[in-house]
């Protein structure tokens, strides 16, 4: 059996551990530069806030019913997600960290500890509430699909646990359940799927095979299978490296000026290759682009501004992770696309054509990578992670820039800064 843990309202719930006096009450967290409503309480939802909502347009509503509002602190959520997979730790020894606040556990070797599969997701909810505060919701089946059926149906529930352990439980979850709430199904695949009539788990799950293959491949035959209760998709409990790493955070406002650009193009990029190193890959291939505000105004008479975006793909002489040697070509990149005259909103980088850290080829014309680099921004890496971050750095990235965005909402990182830790008195 498997089991998925998920945060409920988890930005949200992060917030309220240090301001319990926030609990029954609304709250919403903002997106980077404070744009659009990312998370909500349940009594935020019940207001009629909606996910990804413009946060101007429901900042009056805010006003008039007190809710409070955060910027994202995601310093603090990944604190406290590591802090909620080490503890899933203790019910498995197996667990698969699907994303920030949800993961996959397998249940099979502790059946005789706990009488049955739902004490098992009260005691997660139980300890997890204990130990670290957070609102967790736990959905328990016989295939990871039907754990997060349960765990969608688990946050309509008193206690938080949906336990889909027979075919009585199951043939009842799946006859309601909405075909575009399955975990898998797309918008366009539920989209052909209501054509044809099919609008719920239960009667995806009926399907021929033959005709769900030639319709959504065959991962849509896989995903039939696994609504019939035939595991198809393993626990991934060491996940396979990324394929792309890629980076676009927006400035604090426009900014016309190159060397500003390009100053936030090295911080973005030596972001993106700490996360290169970190997973023993090399890149082979970087994408720069640039972009302006398509919603801006000229100041003067509120038209337009004039946009411009633009992006060119470099392919590396060789695969590599060093910082040093692939900032050459990313800001040889952005000079080739900037234009002056207009004000910019975003730069962003994307490394692509990754390899294994152990790919070593060289080329006709070229030999491999600089190995003395690649030693260097490992050293780097070390030096940063234990004297904090951009301890060293490239000399293109300015000291004190003025481009970063600056969220007015902004709480202190409680659980990694000695200086935000809080004083009890």
Known sequence: MYALVDGKNFYASCHRIFRP?????????????DGNIVARSDEAKALGIGMGQLFFEAKDLCQQHGVTVFSSNYELYGDLSARLMSTLTHFAPDVEVYSIDEAF????????????????????CSHVGRWLHLPVGVGIGPTKTLAKVANKLAKKSP??????DTPELIDEALEDFPVEDIWGVGR??????????????????????????????????????????RPCKLLEVNPPPKKSICTEPG??????DLVQINDALTVHLSRCCEKLRRQESLCGAVTVWLRTNPFRKTPGNKQPAKQYSNSVTVRLPHPTSSTLEII????????????????YAKVGVMLTDLVPADFRQAGVFTAGPDERLIRLAKTMDKVNKRYGRDTLRMASQLYNPEWPMKPTYLTPRYTTRWEDILEVK
């Open 21 to 33: 006096d926030l609990v029954g009450r609304p709250v919403v967290v903002l997106s980077n530069r």
């Open 105 to 124: 556990l397998l249940l099979e070797e502790y059946v005789g500890i706990y009488p049955t599969y739902r004490d098992i997701g009260s005691a997660i």
């Open 159 to 164: 206690d938080l646990v949906c336990v889909l």
């Open 188 to 229: 366009k695949s539920a989209g052909k799927l209501k054509n044809v009539g099919i609008r719920t788990a239960a009667q995806l799950r009926d399907v021929n095979d033959d005709w769900i293959q030639k319709v959504m491949t065959v991962n849509g035959l896989r995903l039939v299978h696994e609504l019939r209760g």
């Open 251 to 256: 400035f604090g406002h426009v900014i016309p």
């Open 328 to 343: 050459k070509y990313a800001e040889s990149s952005l000079k080739a696309i900037f234009r002056f005259g207009y004000h």
